[in-house]
């Protein structure tokens, strides 16, 4: 499972408690599933992008 960078800990921090967990668990799967060893804000923003132009995270 790739690392968390803490500026990456950081950003997620902001995303209400009782989904942030799902949240967490699907970023590390977009990183895993493109080969990156370490997630950082540049990551999660990416991932997001995806979630939000392909509904992706409301498939799981």
Known sequence: MP???HEAQT???RIPSFI???VKKKIE???QE???QE???QIVDEAK???MS???FHSA
């Open 39 to 41: 997630i950082t804000p």
């Open 20 to 22: 942030r967990g799902m």
């Open 54 to 56: 392909d509904n992706s």
């Open 3 to 5: 690392a968390w960078t």
């Open 49 to 51: 992008a995806l979630f």
């Open 29 to 31: 799967e977009f990183a």
């Open 34 to 36: 493109r080969g990156y």
């Open 11 to 13: 950003q997620t921090a």
